[in-house]
């Protein structure tokens, strides 16, 4: 298995690495000052980033989902409600609950994991994200880990993309996250919390990658989300308020969360992209079972 190594951007002279590429003149200003942005505080916002056509059309891609002409029967949406008190359904399942159900569960937390299976625009989508230069300036060759679409505000709590993953290094690792609507307040933004990719890892995670969220006790989850409240205790959550097409792109080790919804009936359309360095993904050497 891979070593664990230092990426280049955690490094002490990553601010010296990226003045040699300024001084370059090979890679476009709002890369390198994303770039900038991401290593002193852990993400970036690329406002307007993305292509208008591409987002609108994936926005109404996931409207379809819940209308019985998308033709999807077996796409799978996760966390969704059901009279039943059953969460997740199949596309298939939603369609034969009456209106009112139906509206309720819309109304209701869901996801989409792997969007891009169903939805040409989300396709589109992954396959920009994976060429954006300053991917590859973090990166180098990048593939995709997973991808989920949210129709509302996601509330996830605090928590680290690397302690959700196998990755290795661990630091090889980025959230791609593109607004497929305007969100404000009201919607349950998405959060961060700027610095605290410089927090170091969670101790109980060892030996990472093979103990994380996913393969480790509940005992070590509690204690990871206890260590969690502690790093984020008397700091403040920066919601970040966007406009469809705006980006966000954060660190591995950066806490972020999903706010809480004001509004229930304000839809928060979103498509987050998890991509990792080309063949650091080492969920695949695990032995221990998955906890999902
Ligand atoms: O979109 C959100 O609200 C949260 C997304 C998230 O936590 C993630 O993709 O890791």
Redesign the pocket.
């Given at each position: 298995m891979t070593k664990q190594v230092e990426m280049w951007f955690d490094a002490a002279r990553a601010s010296q690495t990226l003045s040699q590429l300024r001084g370059e003149g090979k890679v476009e200003l709002a890369a390198l000052d994303a770039l900038d942005d991401f290593i002193k505080q852990g993400y970036c916002v690329m406002r307007g980033a993305a292509a208008p056509r591409e987002v609108v059309a994936a926005a109404a891609d996931l409207d379809a989902v819940w209308s019985p002409t998308y033709g999807y029967p077996a796409l799978r949406v996760d966390e969704v409600r059901l009279p039943s008190g059953v969460k997740g359904a199949t596309q298939d399942e939603l369609m034969q609950l009456g209106s009112t159900d139906r509206d309720a569960a819309w109304r209701g937390h869901w996801r989409i994991h792997g969007f891009e299976q169903y939805s040409l625009a989300a396709l589109g989508l992954l396959r920009w994200c994976l060429e954006l230069p300053i991917v590859a300036l973090l990166l180098g060759e990048a593939e995709r880990m997973s991808t989920?679409a949210?129709g509302r505000?996601?509330?996830?709590r605090a928590?680290q993309?690397w302690a959700?993953s196998h990755v290795v290094p661990r630091g090889a690792l980025i959230?791609v996250?593109i607004a497929l609507e305007d969100v404000g307040e009201d919607a349950?933004?998405?959060a961060v919390y700027p610095g605290t990719h410089r927090l170091g890892p969670f101790g109980g995670f060892a030996p990472y990658p093979e103990v994380s969220l996913r393969t480790c006790s509940s005992d070590v989850a509690v204690a990871y989300y206890a260590w969690i409240d502690v790093q984020i205790a008397g700091r403040k959550a920066k919601a970040i308020e966007c406009s469809a097409g705006d980006v966000v792109i954060w660190h591995a080790a950066l806490i972020?969360?999903?706010?809480p919804r004001v509004r229930a009936d304000v839809t928060?359309r979103?498509f987050?992209c998890?991509l990792v360095r080309r063949g650091s993904n080492a969920v695949d050497s695990i032995t221990a079972t998955l906890n999902w």
């Open positions: 989920i949210f505000g996601s509330e996830q928590h993309d959700v959230g996250w349950g933004p998405l972020h969360e999903g706010r928060r979103s987050v998890h």
